[in-house]
């Protein structure tokens, strides 16, 4: 595991308008790590992602992306900087065929992932790549969210809710597609709530209340903590 630390996240608070939703989050990932974001519904683990792309109203402390402070910079920029975000509501284009739905992303990076290699991840994709978006299931659609952020270069992957609503021969795709990421050195934030899918992936998990860091687990902690994140997660 590379000890080059690709995200420093110090003190970092996030608004939306009046609201004040993150209280001081701490985290670091380093190259080619998974780190996990843990917690119940309204914890804030989905507004630390959007934070840490510039998706929110107003955001202070420190975001060190490869060393280069990203707290004041516009949302395209920081992409440039090889990010890739994969939102829960996926976003992909209804009316575009898969195809050109992964013809579109820019280049942030280089080293993106070709069609073909795209195709030889997620072989349902290229047997659907003339289908609109529209008639793809939740899988695909996930798949191919996930597929489009490859095709950017971008090397940091921020991953929001990837499992959800999807049958179980999905997540365990997506849970093989990650684990080649990582053995390529991909560096990835995940939000997740199916902690089975999780646990296994995970080099650190951080568990979020209130808008703050509550816990912190390694995976070789993980056996001796179980029972207290489960309390903090209403598992």
Do not use: W
Request: glycine share 12%; proline share 4%; aromatic share 4%.
């Amino acid at each position: 595991m590379s000890s080059i630390e690709v995200l420093q996240v110090k003190g970092l608070h996030a608004f939306y308008g009046e609201s004040h939703i993150l209280h001081g989050i701490d985290l670091h990932v380093n190259q080619g790590e998974l780190v996990t974001l843990l917690g119940r519904n309204g914890s804030g683990r989905s507004t630390t992602l959007k934070a840490l792309l510039g998706l929110v109203g107003k955001r202070t402390g420190s975001i060190l992306f490869n060393g280069v402070d990203t707290i004041g910079m516009a949302p395209h920029r920081i992409a440039r900087l090889g990010v890739g975000f994969c939102p829960e509501e996926r976003g992909i284009f209804a009316g575009l065929s898969t195809e050109e739905n992964l013809m579109l992303p820019p280049v942030v990076a280089p080293g993106g992932m070709t069609l073909d290699e795209i195709y030889t991840l997620f072989p349902n994709l290229h047997e659907r790549r003339n289908s609109p978006g529209t008639r793809l299931s939740g899988g695909e659609q996930q798949m191919l969210a996930m597929a489009r952020i490859l095709r950017t270069g971008a090397k940091t992957l921020l991953l929001d809710e990837i499992t959800e609503g999807l049958a179980p021969v999905i997540v365990k795709k997506l849970g093989e597609v990650i684990r080649l990421l990582k053995t390529r050195g991909y560096t990835i934030v995940l939000v997740e709530q199916n902690f089975r899918f999780a646990a296994p992936l995970a080099d650190r998990h951080y568990v979020l209340e209130h808008g703050q860091v509550a816990m912190v687990v390694h995976k070789d902690e993980l056996a001796a903590k179980t029972s207290a994140m489960q309390a903090l997660l209403g598992v």
